[in-house]
């Protein structure tokens, strides 16, 4: 664990203020659920909950079911960032975190299918390698919240209608994995 040197006074509705600077740091946005955990010491940790996170193994699982049948790299995004990865540039994408404007797709519930040239083309990570000639991309749901995406991502030409699709099953599975 790291000092950050602020201290916080805890007020009489037994609240305390996150900083600006660490919620920046660490994207926590207004209403972001957050784990509070506790250790023996003493000490309280507050952890950025990821309901999709929770989901990690089956996640993964079901982008290497994906990635076995297609060419592509496929990726499964909680809110910031990437969970699960499968396909041959899996290790390039994993842990990283989200592009600002994936988040507002996310945030926005888009479907999207765009080549690296088009105008609605959206990086998935801040450092999106250039290779990646197409992405498609759908918004998982669960109980009327925006919580990931699944995405499929080429660096073999355009991507069609069918990974749309591919995508929109993945999404509609994982949000209904998450209500269940």
């Known amino acids: 664990m790291r000092a950050t040197g602020i201290v916080r006074r805890i007020d009489d509705l ?8 660490i919620r920046k740091t660490m994207h926590i946005r207004e209403s972001d659920p957050l ?3 506790t250790e ?3 000490s309280i ?3 950025k909950y990821s309901p999709i996170g929770e989901m990690g193994i089956i996640a993964k699982q079901y982008a290497d079911s994906i990635a ?7 990726c499964i995004c909680d809110q910031d960032s990437i969970i699960a990865a499968a396909g041959p540039n899996h290790k390039k994408l994993l842990g990283k975190i989200l592009h600002e404007k994936a988040e507002e797709a996310l945030h926005e519930r888009k479907y999207l299918l765009a080549g690296q040239n088009d ?3 959206i990086p998935l990570v801040s450092d999106f390698p250039e290779e990646f000639t197409g ?4 918004t998982i749901i669960a109980e009327g919240d925006a919580i990931g995406l699944v995405c499929i991502i080429s660096n073999e030409g355009p991507l069609t209608d069918q990974d749309l699709m591919i995508t929109k099953i993945g999404a509609r599975f994982l949000g209904r994995q998450m209500e269940t």
């Open 68 to 74: 076995a049948s297609l060419p592509h790299t496929i």
């Open 40 to 42: 023996r010491d003493g």
């Open 14 to 21: 037994g609240r305390i203020v996150i900083p600006k600077e």
């Open 119 to 121: 105008s609605e083309f």
């Open 35 to 37: 784990e509070i955990f």
């Open 135 to 138: 992405i498609a991309l759908s």
């Open 45 to 47: 940790i507050l952890k």
